[in-house]
């Protein structure tokens, strides 16, 4: 089952590779800058606005989700691939707006019927498998192969995801290492290719043997699968033994104090909520303090690096980067997002298991450093696109886990799938606010400016072009500025929290699973 999540996770990765054929569709169908990102905020909009994939998750089995997210993932993605390759005459951009949103909630779905599964199955390494999962999306450019790869392999997986009694095995943990030894050699792999390409232009990865090699290494957790397997097969005869439970001996309980309490609506329960770690109602987390907290530290932060994930392809153009130059900081972007995601999924569980660490505190550091990748895009030197590539990806990809976890244990799993999705609603709304807003329009001003200059006037259907750093340096000073405050509100989320991250988190999960024991002794 967890083997089968990283496959969906690793083909659902399409929303975070836009920079490689956004300057297909900017060109093919020619939008200015503004136009293309507010493309890419339906894109967002689609890709973390996953309320009704969590409702459908609370009330049906994960295959159901997985199937749903499959065709959405087909249909959406297959009528860019039309629009782009001129198979179609030329669509409205609210039209190309609704077929990224549906393609890239696909993901929204994938996530829900995979990782949320996941984190239940195994609830007591949270940050573990929130990392590798978090991590192996989008390491894997072709518009019509991401609307066919993610849809098969979804529907190839639904009978095997599926919510299993938690029964925690003994070297659980070392099995999600050897997960994560395996995703850093194929991350490496992936890495030299990209510097060898990068400093040898002969040198070519299109060869038959380094995709061969590549998806053995896709393909390597099944071998540890296997053997854990097995192992797990032979014990069976000892963990089938049944217990039967001594009844009771002492007096009936007296039915007035054992009938079942009239349930109260969830609407005046709302306000009257649990205390942190306890299974919040969706309402109850919904309308507190801390999910209100989270929620704009997520919209200040991830909005920012999305700006420059989401536009590689004109940053690269307007600083003089040539096609191959772009590529790399796409793959650079996705390869350090995925190093972004194990490290603050493992090690925000090493120090809140060993320090009482608190992720909100990871969090906030994240946000700072992401700072340092903004300002080498607004004060670009040569060179410096690649540094802040490797920055950028690592912050985009360590928030995702981190937020994840903290959700998850502040508010219980009960409702995870449904809460999960309501907290990733604040990317696409900073997308739209830094991307769109600010973003697209100052480099339109810029743009129209220049070519003002040469005396040029703009062409309708003829895509604006912006050249120098000034396209996008306010952007990113903004930006800056935007990550900054977001900072200091983590910071509010880490003082609330300090007593709650000092306890045993995960003690109502460890005291089940020592009864059982104890029942089989």
């Given at each position: 089952?967890?083997?089968?999540?990283?496959?969906?996770?690793?083909?659902?990765?399409?929303?975070?590779?836009?920079?490689?054929?956004?300057?297909?569709?900017?060109?093919?169908?020619?939008?200015?800058?503004?136009?293309?990102?507010?493309?890419?905020?339906?894109?967002?909009?689609?890709?973390?606005?996953?309320?009704?994939?969590?409702?459908?998750?609370?009330?049906?089995?994960?295959?159901?989700?997985?199937?749903?997210?499959?065709?959405?993932?087909?249909l959406g993605y297959f009528m860019i691939w039309l629009s782009v390759t001129s198979r179609i005459s030329k669509p409205q951009v609210w039209q190309m707006c609704l077929y990224i949103c549906?393609?890239?909630?696909?993901?929204?779905?994938?996530?829900?019927?995979?990782?949320?599964?996941?984190?239940?199955?195994?609830?007591?390494?949270?940050?573990?498998?929130?990392?590798?999962?978090?991590?192996?999306?989008?390491?894997?450019?072709?518009?019509?192969?991401?609307?066919?790869?993610?849809?098969?392999?979804?529907?190839?997986?639904?009978?095997?995801?599926?919510?299993?009694?938690?029964?925690?095995?003994?070297?659980?943990?070392?099995?999600?290492?050897?997960?994560?030894?395996?995703?850093?050699?194929?991350?490496?792999?992936?890495?030299?290719?990209?510097?060898?390409?990068?400093?040898?232009?002969?040198?070519?990865?299109?060869?038959?043997?380094?995709?061969?090699?590549?998806?053995?290494?896709?393909?390597?957790?099944?071998?540890?699968?296997?053997?854990?397997?097995?192992?797990?097969?032979?014990?069976?005869?000892?963990?089938?033994?049944?217990?039967?439970?001594?009844?009771?001996?002492?007096?009936?309980?007296?039915?007035?104090?054992?009938?079942?309490?009239?349930?109260?609506?969830?609407?005046?329960?709302?306000?009257?909520?649990?205390?942190?770690?306890?299974?919040?109602?969706?309402?109850?987390?919904?309308?507190?303090?801390?999910?209100?907290?989270?929620?704009?530290?997520?919209?200040?932060?991830?909005?920012?690096?999305?700006?420059?994930?989401?536009?590689?392809?004109?940053?690269?153009?307007?600083?003089?980067?040539?096609?191959?130059?772009?590529?790399?900081?796409?793959?650079?972007?996705?390869?350090?997002?995925?190093?972004?995601?194990?490290?603050?999924?493992?090690?925000?569980?090493?120090?809140?298991?060993?320090?009482?660490?608190?992720?909100?505190?990871?969090?906030?550091?994240?946000?700072?450093?992401?700072?340092?990748?903004?300002?080498?895009?607004?004060?670009?030197?040569?060179?410096?696109?690649?540094?802040?590539?490797?920055?950028?990806?690592?912050?985009?990809?360590?928030?995702?886990?981190?937020?994840?976890?903290?959700?998850?244990?502040?508010?219980?799993?009960?409702?995870?799938?449904?809460?999960?999705?309501?907290?990733?609603?604040?990317?696409?709304?900073?997308?739209?606010?830094?991307?769109?807003?600010?973003?697209?329009?100052?480099?339109?001003?810029?743009?129209?400016?220049?070519?003002?200059?040469?005396?040029?006037?703009?062409?309708?259907?003829?895509?604006l072009s912006c050249h120098g750093v000034d396209c996008y340096r306010r952007s990113f000073i903004i930006i800056t500025a935007t990550t900054i405050f977001g900072t200091l509100i983590s910071?509010?989320?880490?003082?609330?929290?300090?007593?709650?991250?000092?306890?045993?988190?995960?003690?109502?999960?460890?005291?089940?699973?020592?009864?059982?024991?104890?029942?089989?002794?």
């Open positions: 089952m967890a083997f089968s999540s990283f496959l969906i996770m690793s083909a659902a990765g399409a929303t975070y590779i836009f920079g490689v054929y956004s300057t297909d569709i900017k060109s093919s169908l020619g939008y200015d800058q503004t136009t293309l990102n507010l493309i890419s905020f339906f894109k967002d909009l689609g890709a973390n606005v996953g309320i009704l994939s969590g409702l459908i998750n609370e009330v049906t089995p994960p295959w159901v989700v997985l199937s749903i997210g499959a065709t959405m993932n087909f549906i393609g890239a909630n696909s993901q929204a779905f994938a996530t829900a019927g995979a990782l949320v599964t996941c984190v239940k199955n195994f609830p007591v390494t949270s940050g573990v498998v929130f990392g590798l999962l978090k991590g192996f999306i989008g390491l894997k450019c072709l518009i019509l192969l991401i609307s066919i790869l993610p849809a098969g392999i979804s529907l190839l997986s639904v009978h095997t995801i599926r919510i299993m009694k938690v029964v925690r095995q003994t070297n659980e943990l070392k099995v999600f290492y050897n997960f994560l030894y395996l995703s850093l050699i194929l991350a490496g792999f992936l890495m030299t290719i990209i510097i060898v390409e990068k400093t040898i232009p002969r040198f070519s990865t299109n060869d038959i043997g380094s995709s061969v090699l590549m998806i053995l290494l896709l393909f390597s957790p099944l071998f540890v699968v296997v053997n854990e397997e097995i192992r797990l097969w032979n014990s069976t005869t000892m963990e089938a033994t049944t217990i039967e439970l001594p009844q009771n001996s002492g007096p009936e309980p007296d039915p007035i104090l054992t009938a079942p309490r009239r349930s109260q609506s969830c609407f005046s329960t709302m306000f009257h909520q649990p205390n942190r770690g306890e299974d919040f109602t969706i309402l109850q987390a919904l309308v507190s303090i801390d999910m209100f907290i989270l929620f704009l530290a997520t919209t200040s932060g991830v909005g920012g690096t999305l700006t420059a994930i989401d536009n590689p392809g004109q940053i690269g153009s307007s600083l003089g980067y040539s096609n191959t130059g772009i590529s790399t900081f796409v793959s650079l972007v996705s390869i350090w997002s995925y190093l972004g995601r194990v490290f603050s999924g493992f090690t925000s569980e090493i120090l809140l298991q060993k320090y009482s660490f608190p992720r909100p505190l990871m969090l906030s550091f994240i946000l700072l450093i992401s700072c340092v990748g903004h300002l080498l895009i607004a004060f670009a030197f040569p060179g410096s696109v690649y540094v802040a590539s490797v920055i950028i990806g690592f912050c985009f990809g360590a928030q995702w886990p981190l937020l994840c976890a903290i959700i998850s244990e502040i508010f219980g799993l009960k409702y995870f799938s449904t809460l999960n999705n309501f907290g990733s609603i604040a990317s696409p709304i900073g997308s739209y606010i830094l991307n769109v807003r600010v973003a697209g329009r100052l480099y339109d001003q810029e743009a129209d400016k220049q070519m003002t200059a040469l005396g040029l006037t703009r062409t309708e259907g003829k895509a910071l509010v989320l880490v003082w609330r929290t300090r007593k709650f991250y000092k306890s045993d988190i995960y003690k109502k999960f460890r005291e089940p699973q020592a009864s059982l024991n104890q029942g089989m002794t």
